[in-house]
Each structure stands twice: as structure tokens, then as C-alpha cells.
């Protein structure tokens, strides 16, 4: 069975403040995919990364990092100098890579919902 | 339109009542998912379609729920008989390979909610 656990259910930020999301999972799976979605409050879920458990560089991309830690289980997100359009539920996710029936079947966390104050 | 498409976007219906939600997803994408977003719950995957077979039912939570796909493109998820605990976000995604390679692009959903 695949779980995934974000244990902060809301986050508040003053603008520009950095903030991280924690993220961590159970899988018995050997290989997965880690990935994260935001839904803003039109409510559709927008991808923002997909990781392989190969790969354990950490990944930057604008405001946005992550880091995958196997060791631990964890796949954290954070935002770097935090602006209001960031707020939304932000959603870890886990899937198996390989085969089986379960192709791209996604086990999602609870989410986050983070507020960002001007 | 380039995204994944769903309709209606809002359905609100009587409790016994039958209803039909319906998936158009990205002009070539093979692979289908389901999901449901509801606040008890979260967000549970549903049903999974490779093509127009369905390899995992899993998630489906009753034999009042089904769904199928046709052509290999538009997808129709059918709730019979509703509950009002069946009221939520029903999710449809879809991607251009039935394996994790590819990241899942999801519509906006159709609210349901059941009187």
C-alpha cells in the first residue's frame, strides 16, 4: 500500500517570507514517482514536478525547490520569497513506475493549503 | 481546447437520482484517470483507462458507480442511484502514456452535489 503524508494542513506567510511544505511517503515499492500539483482557487490542479526515485538531486526552479531524500522518506517544497498568487492547496503525490495495472495511478497527500498575506 | 474538458462543471441533483459525468481529455492522450476530491476524503483515485479498457477499478467506492470510454478519447463517469455522501469534485486527468513517465493533466472538475 502507497501513502503519502503532508502533516501541515495550513501554512500562513507574510509576503516575501520563505516557506516549505513537508511531504513524506510510504511505498514498498523500489521505484516511484514523487511529484507535486498546486490548485489555486479556480480549482484546478496545475503540475509543478515530477521526480524518479533514481534521482535524488535537488531540483530549483525560479522561486521553487525541492528535496528528495530517500533516506527519510521526505520530498519537501519550498517557495523562496513567497508571493500572494502562490496561495493555494498544494498536493505531494506518489505513483509507481513500472508496470502492473496501477500504471500512473496517483496517491495523494491530504494538502496543504497555504495562505500568503500581502 | 488544449486541456482536459468536463462537464458539466456544476451538477446538482436530488438523492436517487442518476447522473453522468463526462471527460474529453487531451487530443491524443492515451491513459484516463478518475478522481474524486471530496473535504472527508481528499483526493481518491477512481478508475483508470488505458485505451478503452479499464485495468483498475479499484477505487471505485460501490457497484453504484461505473464508467467507460469510448473511441479511446471521451470518458463517462455514471452514478446511479446518489448518495448524498457522493458529493464532491470528481477529477478527470489524462496522459500521453499509461506509465508514470508522462505527468497527469487534470480538468476543473465537476461539483456535485447531491440534495
Known sequence: AQKVTQAQTEISVVEKEDVTLDCVYETRDTTYYLFWYKQPPSGELVFLIRRNSFDEQNEISGRYSWNFQKSTSSFNFTITASQVVDSAVYFCALSPLGGGTSYGKLTFGQGTILTVHP | ??????????????????????????????????????????????????????????GLPSDRFSAERTGGSVSTLTIQRTQQEDSAVYLCASSLLPNSNQPQHFGDGTRLSIL
Open chain 2, 1 to 58: 481546447g488544449a486541456g482536459v474538458s468536463q462537464s458539466p462543471s456544476n451538477k446538482v441533483t436530488e438523492k436517487g437520482k442518476d447522473v453522468e459525468l463526462r471527460c474529453d481529455p487531451i487530443s491524443g492522450h492515451t491513459a484516463l484517470y478518475w478522481y474524486r476530491q471530496s473535504l472527508g476524503q481528499g483526493l481518491e483515485f477512481l478508475i483508470y483507462f488505458q485505451g478503452n479498457s479499464a485495468p483498475d477499478k479499484s
